[in-house]
């Protein structure tokens, strides 16, 4: 080809590595999150990544395009200097499902309270997204703590403003990752949410560089 | 900002549009505002998704910016609602929205809907829009739908209670 595609590619390189990079740790980070998600149910649990984006925080909604969905969204804040949000979000009905597995399997019992599923799906926030965490943590050398969880139950947008709000007033971009959960054939709506700031964006990409270069 | 005449549309964060009767324009909202302003004599009506209460504070040139932020995104609606044909003798406001969606946990961040809320308010109040009805608060995101023509807002929330204000 011409000289002038090299220096499109040569232009764009640059880009290239980094998401490359994010993509390749939040993979890493996904992956330990299905297999912790897999044995909290007893089930099979695979997790693709069919999305890395960065976009304003008012592009979000339609990015992710769940807007009226009725979702349960366990909410957890990377402590210390990172200080950025972390979502795992399930539909309200595979939350149920999944909270009726782990109860069944963990406790043997049919019959939930309130207060139990309430208990159960924080612990599966804390599993979940301290599994994608912990990937991180273990591949990176960083030290990521995060908050105990909190959780909502509401249509998804109205949850997200909050967070986009946040976004805004630190006048900063959403990086979006979302994961896609599947169960056998059934498929699982789920996505883990990371808005990323922009040193820990960069430590990521730092470390990931000198670890995939050699 | 867009002007649609078709018979639904929806709006997403720090967007704004005017339309005509019949039209019914609808957003969701947790901590942001839904701030319609309408003028029932000529059938005309807009809404505006607030995000922020303040422009000074924080803008850095994002998108919509002037729509984001309560203090700008007032003047801006009923500008627009002027320059289509309504009259600002006529117009009428409401809000819903403002929520607090984790009432738990304790951010300071998670009390934007109260002063989102309260900015909108004297906003209107300076310009002398009377605030005619309001749902704003509480810890439930609301689907909104508002008839551009009439005023009428038909707020939802997921426990499956539905008003109209």
């Known amino acids: 080809m011409s000289g002038q595609d090299e220096s499109e590619y040569g232009r764009n390189s640059e880009m290239i590595p980094e998401n490359e990079i994010l993509r390749e740790i939040g993979s890493m980070g ?53 200080d950025c949000d972390i979502l795992l979000v399930f539909g309200r009905e595979e939350a149920d499902k999944i909270v009726s597995a782990m109860i069944r399997n963990t406790f043997n019992m049919e019959e939930l309270d309130e207060e139990m599923k309430k208990s159960a799906i924080e612990e599966v926030g804390n599993i979940v997204i301290g599994s994608f965490l912990s990937a991180i943590s273990n591949f990176t050398d960083m030290e990521l703590l995060p908050t105990p969880p909190i959780h909502t139950t509401d249509v998804f947008d109205a949850i997200l403003d909050v967070f986009l ?47 995939l270069e050699g | 900002m867009n002007e649609e005449n078709e018979k639904k549309v929806r709006i997403g964060m720090a967007e704004m549009i005017v339309a005509r009767n019949p039209t019914i324009i609808s957003t969701t909202v ?54 289509k044909g309504a009259k600002k003798e006529y117009i009428k406001a409401k809000i819903a929205g403002g929520a607090n969606m984790f009432p738990i946990f304790n951010h300071p961040i998670l009390k ?21 009805a309001e749902d704003t608060g509480g810890n439930r995101g609301r689907i909104i739908e508002f008839e551009a023509g009439s005023g009428t807002m038909k707020i939802n929330t997921m426990d499956g209670k539905e008003r109209k204000i």
């Open chain 1, 30 to 82: 996904a992956g330990h999150a299905a297999t912790a998600l897999s044995e909290l149910i007893q089930q099979k649990i695979s997790i693709t990544f069919p999305e890395i984006f960065v976009a304003y925080p008012e592009e979000v909604p339609k990015k992710l395009g769940l807007h009226d969905m009725p979702t349960v969204v366990i909410y957890k804040k990377l402590q210390g200097s990172y």
């Open chain 1, 165 to 211: 709000a946040k976004l805004s007033l630190q006048n900063r971009k959403a990086m979006v990752f979302q994961t896609c959960f599947k169960k056998n054939d059934e498929k699982i709506y789920g996505a883990v949410i990371i808005f990323l700031n922009e040193k820990l964006r960069a430590e990521l990409i730092s470390r990931g560089k000198s670890w």
């Open chain 2, 30 to 83: 947790g901590s942001c505002i839904a701030l319609c302003m309408y003028d029932s004599i000529n059938r005309i009506g807009g809404m505006v998704h607030i995000v922020l209460p303040k422009k000074e504070d924080f803008d850095k040139g994002n998108i919509n910016s002037a729509q984001k932020y309560a203090d700008t995104a007032v003047p801006a609606l009923l500008s627009a609602l002027i320059s």
């Open chain 2, 112 to 132: 934007i809907g109260v002063n989102n809320a309260n900015v909108v308010k004297k906003k209107l109040a300076e310009l002398g829009i009377p605030l005619v």
